[in-house]
């Protein structure tokens, strides 16, 4: 349940998995997030007193972060159709960037994808250090914590099966140190069980950090902010936010509610088709405008 806010306290809604693909257009991905976002609060009775942030989940060929940080300064233009009047600011934190739009805004904080020799993806959240790709499972998660970001093992269909299923639920039994999140995404069909490795996770007293993970396909980055986590906090204006997210879930005891649900089963198998056939797995980039 979502902990009493206090008066001077906002809600704060993360999305924990957030892609820059090529493929989609910055101002409609930023302007769904917002609008997503803001049908939450409402749900909760927060409209008007909440923080939106997005947690960029970057590869190695990713540079969306770094294409927004080149837009710090730049005027707003409500007419060019790639921005709708989004404008970016630098922060003192070079993890972080505020998107404004009007009233609106939603933080943007950097973050790493990283592929294992055991060909598992793990996320480092909050950070803007680059990881090797095809170092081991240890090794990786070791790294992260070397950079003091947090990892996360996400949800993907068919990779927590067979041999990389047992590798994570060994994993899971001999993790002692340090945070560690398994990672749903609200591109899990609704209709399939949860996965084993929740239980298991749950039973060791590691937590599960929901995040929409959009897939390559322009019309996916309208899921961006429809799945996430909230606490309540102060404004993010009055505290270091990506200090106090980090703070957070590094507390056990920390209240985090998890808001979204699963894909309809219908649009993930299209979705999974569309990938297929369409390659657009293969547009990773965020472009110049």
């Not at 068919?158 to 039994?173: D, E, M, T």
Request: proline fraction near 8%.
């Amino acid at each position: 349940m979502m902990q009493q806010p206090l008066p001077d306290h906002h809600l704060w809604l993360v999305d924990s998995h957030v892609h820059l693909y090529g493929c989609f257009n910055p101002g409609e991905l930023l302007t769904a997030a917002h609008t997503n976002l803001c049908g939450q609060a409402r749900r909760l009775d927060r409209e008007g007193r909440f923080e939106g942030l997005l947690l960029l989940t970057e590869t190695q060929v990713d540079e969306g972060f770094e294409r927004l940080r080149e837009r710090v300064g730049q005027n707003a233009d409500p007419e060019h159709p790639r921005w709708r009047g989004w404008q970016f600011s630098a922060t003192s934190d070079a993890r972080l960037l505020l998107a404004e739009r009007g009233a609106d805004r939603l933080w943007l904080v950097a973050g790493r994808q990283i592929v294992t020799a055991e060909k598992r993806e793990v996320l480092a959240l909050i950070t803007d250090t680059r990881f090797a790709d095809g170092l081991s499972l240890p090794q990786t998660l070791e790294a992260i914590a070397a950079a003091d970001a947090i990892p996360v093992l996400p949800w993907g269909a068919g990779k927590w099966w067979g041999v990389r299923g047992r590798l994570l639920s060994r994993l899971l039994a001999d993790h002692r140190t340090g945070p560690l999140f398994l990672g749903d995404n609200g591109g899990r069909p609704d209709l399939w069980r949860h996965p084993r490795h929740f239980r298991e996770a749950r039973r060791h007293g590691i937590r599960i950090l929901p995040g929409s993970d959009p897939l390559p396909l322009p019309w996916e980055a309208r899921r961006v902010g429809t799945t996430g986590f909230s606490f309540t906090a102060p404004p993010a204006r009055s505290v270091r936010p990506a200090d106090e997210l980090s703070r957070r879930l590094r507390d056990p005891a920390a209240p985090l509610a998890p808001f979204g649900g699963g894909l309809a089963s219908t649009r993930f198998f299209l979705n999974q088709m569309a990938l297929r056939l369409g390659g657009q797995h293969s547009t990773r980039r965020l472009a110049h405008p």
